[in-house]
């Protein structure tokens, strides 16, 4: 079965300047999909960037980018210019290429919560 | 506006009394799901459905039923429910390919005395 690991309980950042967030994942599987939700007080879960594993190069979107590293099974999510409203809990996911039954089910992080310093 | 529904979004109730969360969208989403978040746990999928009358189990289905009568609702029942399902609980729908996003409900957060 497939786990993701996100080894940050907690990063701070200081406004205007960039983070760094950890994910790595474990599966026997060669293709599939990886994400990042933001999850701001409001509790709305809301999709930040996603990554296929067959595409060598990395996903970017506007302030965010991710560190694919296929042979490490790394996937870890950079925000560049950091605003108080990036202030959120940000879940890393796995989804299996593969979809039918479970295997089209979403495999979450535990999640790591982003201040942003004014 | 495509959206994902749940009804209600706070509840506070005592155990063994037996209640609904219903989830209801509106983009034709094949796909359906129920997660449930608790602290230091991330989510975790309860059940979930590929298509109408097509329903199987997730990751900690016990204690929980669902069903799938119609493509755009997808309701959580809990038959007899107990303190360990306090819990915020999200439904989510998504087309049927994997990378297609999952769109996410509000929330319901659910407190069981």
């Known amino acids: 079965a497939q786990t993701v690991t996100q080894s940050q309980p907690e990063m701070s950042v200081q406004e205007a300047e960039t983070v760094t967030l950890s994910c790595t994942y474990d599966?026997?599987?060669?293709?599939?999909?990886l994400f990042w939700y933001k999850q701001p007080p409001s509790r709305q879960m809301i999709l930040v960037i996603r990554?296929?594993?067959?595409?060598?190069q990395n996903a970017t979107e506007n302030r965010f980018s991710v560190n694919f590293q296929k042979a490490a099974k790394s996937f870890s999510l950079k925000i560049s210019d950091s605003q108080l409203g990036d202030a959120a809990m940000y879940f890393c996911?796995?989804?299996?290429?593969?979809?039918?039954?479970?295997?089209?089910?979403?495999?979450f992080g535990k999640g790591t919560k982003l201040s942003v310093k004014p | 506006e495509a959206q994902v529904t749940q009804n209600p979004r706070y509840l506070i109730t005592v155990t063994g009394k037996k209640l609904t969360v219903t989830c209801s969208q509106n983009?034709?989403?094949?796909?359906m799901s129920w997660y449930r978040q608790d602290p230091g746990l991330g989510l975790r999928q309860i059940y979930y459905s590929m298509n109408v009358e097509v329903t199987d189990k997730g990751d900690v289905p016990e204690g929980y039923k669902v069903s799938r009568k119609e493509k755009r609702n997808f309701p959580l029942i809990l038959e007899s429910p107990s303190p360990n399902q306090t819990s915020l609980y999200f439904c989510?729908?998504?087309?049927?390919?994997?990378?297609?996003?999952?769109?996410f409900g509000p929330g319901t957060r659910l407190t069981v005395l």
């Open positions: 983009m034709n989403h094949e796909y």
């Open positions: 996911a796995y989804r299996s290429l593969n979809y039918g039954g479970s295997q089209g089910n979403l495999i």
């Open positions: 990554q296929e594993a067959y595409k060598q």
């Open positions: 599966t026997s599987e060669s293709d599939y999909y």
């Open positions: 989510a729908s998504s087309l049927g390919d994997g990378y297609n996003e999952q769109f």
